[in-house]
């Protein structure tokens, strides 16, 4: 959609700011609240409270990684990433659900037991000379700091958005094949 829209990003920029100001009722219709919807996408509100909310989040992690405090052209930045986030939370959830995608407790355990996430595997407190440690990983789950520290609730919620995307790109490649002579003439 690059060629079509060369600037798309500010084409996404322009609608979301133009959903915004019409739903939120910044025309003067109707007073901001914190049920006003930023948009609705596929018949699900994007509430304002929300919105504000993982923005907030979102300047606040970026400001301790940096260490400065963010520029307009920053805060613009997160308010258009936490917007777009939104919307393709919905369509996935959307498409999870028209495709009977779902996740089990076990499926998490599992993936949470022998399947770490990068913030894991780079977490210095877990590496033994300069490698990611399945054995202290293992402990470390076991521990009641796991549960005390909100590590087993983080993991659950990390698996419950990426194990259903890994089963849609599952679902989606296995239709996908390509012959010796289309790879051949690909390679070429």
Known sequence: HEKLFPNATWFRVFVGGFLLYETSGLMGRTPVTATTAVAVVNGHELSYRDYLARIQSEIQN?????????????TRRIENAVFDQMVSEVLLQDEYRRRGIF????EVREFARYAPP??????PELQTDGRFDPEKYQRLLASPQARQSGLLLQLEAYYRGEIPREKLLDQIASGAYASDEELWRAWR
């Open 118 to 123: 990068p913030w894991i595997t780079g977490a």
């Open 103 to 106: 996740v089990t407790d076990d």
């Open 62 to 74: 970026a400001q301790q990684r940096e260490g400065r405090t963010l520029s307009q052209d920053d």
